[in-house]
């Protein structure tokens, strides 16, 4: 794994030979570094160096504490759709991406506050601010002192890295691929801060920014920007015009395999993995990795199995168009056709309905990763309805009033028109629905939701092909 950290040094990568391409600008920025120092000492937060640094430390002590649990008892993430484009195209603007841009771009937390007003609740902005500038000379004395030198060697290597490696090449190679257009006079930032003695790292991409955290000791860096890359890719495949997005959902809705639906939900990570993890870092080592890929096992074999066909695009210099798309159905199609059957992959894109809030937790307790997830409750007529409009896998807890939410589920779904239940036994129901979703219909009395699940769905998946065990390569954040 691999990573990088920037002094208070910004560098340009603009050579004449670089003159038409985006230019590249890599920075670190103190503000957003110690609010992610401040987020990795939550009590929310497995333990990390930040937290083992802390701990350590003869900062922990009541007033820190204090203000760490003032920290998390904020609310600074917000969201906006965009309802023009189809449902999980693209994502919702999100006030905590906003907050961070305005940590990188600002002069001085003073700076910061001011950018920031109207984002969140003034209230909480203050707060935040005050906090930040509390820990401020925290985060520069255990974490920031101790790894400057060794940062600042990191940050000439990669810089030059950057440069003999062409990465901007590899920008514009995602922007074609996705078929999304950017403005050159707008510069793409590299974000780093640095992480002493990690076992893994986070990396993310937003607006005009990618930001990771690199290891101190780290020399190389064909992983990190790999990993890197993934992450843009995503932004890339964010900021598609409408007009391709559209293309690519009636691509998709136009298919008709069985497996056009849970591919199109597949897709975002399946194509960042494959370009990043797989093209990117195989590109700048001159071999293609291996191992894993992918920390998620549907995503990892994915993204191998249609590597052929993302490196063939990327030769033609061609973007994607509905014979990619129905390529990549295929693929999943002959290959993983299994995986319509089963809980890890179904529970990924989930709308979890319910009597009982307390599934909510258990369902995610027990499938934690999501790429797309909505929760209600009560089981009622009217959340019943929205339900149905949302081509996700259908999850639904029936624990009170049994046999009216039966029926009112049997009236909503053609394909239940025929289907014989016993309100008064426990049961997990399954169905394929015409959106081409799973319906999975609980009827709980004392047997624990994941069990009834577990005992339904098991036995369908077991022949699913290529169950490679996925261990940890990329963290999400």
């Not at 906006?80 to 919702?92: L, R």
């Not at 993310?204 to 990771?212: L, Q, R, Y």
Request: hydrophobic share 40%; glycine share 4%.
């Amino acid at each position: 794994m691999k990573y990088i950290f920037f002094g208070v040094i910004l560098i340009f990568f603009g050579k004449a030979t670089l003159a038409q391409q985006p230019k590249f600008e890599v920075k670190f920025s103190e503000p957003l570094a110690v609010f992610i120092f401040v987020q990795n000492l939550s009590a929310h937060y497995p333990d990390n160096p930040f937290k083992n640094a802390f701990t350590t430390s003869a900062y922990n002590e009541a007033k820190y504490k204090n203000l760490i649990l003032r920290f998390d008892s904020l609310t600074f993430n917000y969201a906006y759709e965009f309802p023009t484009f189809p449902i999980g195209s693209k994502m919702p603007g999100l006030t905590d991406r906003l907050l961070k841009k305005n940590l990188i771009d600002c002069g001085s937390l003073e700076d910061f506050k001011i950018r920031s007003l109207g984002l969140i609740p003034n209230s909480e902005l203050l707060e935040l601010t005050a906090i930040l500038e509390e820990f401020s000379p925290v985060y520069r004395e255990l974490i920031y002192m101790p790894n400057k030198n060794k940062f600042n060697q990191q940050l000439k290597s990669l810089s030059a890295y950057i440069i003999s490696k062409n990465i901007p090449a590899y920008f514009e190679m995602g922007l074609r691929f996705y078929g999304t257009t950017w403005d050159n006079s707008i510069p793409f930032e590299i974000v780093l801060y640095p992480l002493p003695n990690p076992k893994g790292f986070t990396a993310e991409a937003f607006i005009n920014n990618a930001v990771s955290a690199i290891p101190t000791g780290e020399k190389e860096f064909d992983g990190v920007l790999g990993i890197m890359l993934h992450e843009i890719f995503h932004m890339i495949y964010n900021e598609q015009p409408l007009k391709m997005k559209q293309d690519i959902s009636r691509w998709f809705r136009a298919n008709p395999s069985r497996c056009s639906n849970y591919a199109y939900w597949l897709m975002n990570e399946a194509f960042a993995t494959a370009l990043g993890n797989g093209y990117v870092y195989g590109s700048l080592s001159g071999k293609v990795d291996t191992g894993v890929w992918y920390n998620q096992k549907y995503i990892n074999l994915m993204a191998k199995k249609m590597y052929p066909l993302v490196t063939e695009y990327i030769g033609k210099k061609e973007p994607i168009d509905q014979d990619f798309i129905n390529s990549y159905i295929k693929i999943y199609e002959d290959n993983y056709s299994g995986w319509l059957n089963e809980l890890g992959n179904l529970l990924t894109y989930r709308y979890v309905l319910t009597d009982d809030d307390r599934d909510f937790d258990m369902i995610g307790h027990n499938y934690p990763y999501t790429s797309y997830a909505e929760e209600d409750e009560p089981v009622t007529g009217m959340t019943i309805e929205k339900m149905s409009h949302i081509p996700i896998t259908k999850l639904v807890i029936v624990s009170k009033t049994h046999q009216a939410e039966l029926e009112m589920l049997k009236r909503s779904f053609a394909e239940l028109m025929k289907w014989q239940y016993e309100p008064d036994k426990e049961f997990a129901y399954h169905v394929f629905l015409k959106d081409k979703t799973q319906l999975i219909i609980i009827n709980r009395f004392a047997t624990s939701t994941i069990d009834l699940l577990n005992k339904t769905f098991w036995s369908d998946s077991s022949n699913i092909p290529d169950r490679e065990k996925s261990t940890g390569k990329l963290k999400r954040p």
